[in-house]
C-alpha cells in the first residue's frame, strides 16, 4: 500500500511540473509564449576596436539566453529579437598614486541593445548597458584583456537578460 502511494505522488507530481513548465526558466526569467529567440550580430563602433569582441560578445549572449531558458536560437525573426551595437570599448586610469602616477586602470564596454518582444511590445526596450573591471596600471594590458572581457561580457549579459526576462 504505502508503495502504490508513492508511486501515485510521484506520477502526480511529473504530472504537475510537466503542466507548470511553460513560460518560466529555472533562473526565474519570464519567456511567457515565447519560443524562439534571435541574436543579431552586435558589431563594435567603438573608437578603439578589439577585433574579437564584436563575436564573443554576441556569442556571450546567445549562450546565456540558450542555456537558461527553453528558448530555442534561430538566426533571425525569433519571438524575442536583440540587436545592437558595441558603442564603447575604454579604458581610463582610475586610482592615481601620491607620486601623481596610476595605481588602477579601468576597462569599460558598453553596449545600445534594441530588445523586441514581438508577443508582448511593451516589454520591448532601447537601452545601454555598460559594465567595467579595474586592472593594476603595472600590469600589461594586453595580457589580462582577454580574461576581462569575458568577465565583463558575462555581466553585460546577465544585466541584458535581467532586464528583459525578469524585468529588473
Request: hydrophobic residues 40%; negative net charge; aromatic residues 10%.
Amino acid at each position: 500500500m504505502k508503495a502504490r502511494l508513492v508511486g501515485f505522488v510521484c506520477v502526480v507530481s511529473l504530472w504537475l511540473t510537466s503542466c507548470v513548465g511553460g513560460g518560466y526558466s529555472m533562473t526565474g526569467g519570464d519567456v511567457g509564449a515565447a519560443e524562439t529567440i534571435s541574436v543579431a550580430i552586435f558589431p563594435n563602433y567603438s573608437d578603439y576596436v578589439n577585433p574579437q569582441l564584436s563575436q564573443a560578445f554576441t556569442d556571450q549572449l546567445r549562450q546565456l539566453f540558450v542555456q537558461q531558458t527553453p528558448l530555442t536560437l534561430v538566426s533571425s525573426g525569433g519571438d524575442l529579437h536583440f540587436e545592437g551595437s558595441i558603442i564603447g570599448y575604454e579604458i581610463s586610469a582610475k586610482a592615481a598614486t601620491n607620486a601623481e602616477t596610476t595605481a588602477q586602470n579601468r576597462l569599460t564596454i558598453s553596449v545600445n541593445v534594441i530588445f523586441t518582444n514581438e508577443l508582448d511590445t511593451d516589454k520591448s526596450f532601447e537601452q545601454v548597458f555598460s559594465r567595467f573591471r579595474d586592472f593594476p596600471a603595472d600590469q600589461d594590458f594586453s595580457a589580462v584583456e582577454s580574461q576581462l572581457v569575458t568577465e565583463i561580457n558575462r555581466e553585460l549579459s546577465e544585466n541584458i537578460f535581467n532586464r528583459a526576462l525578469v524585468n529588473w
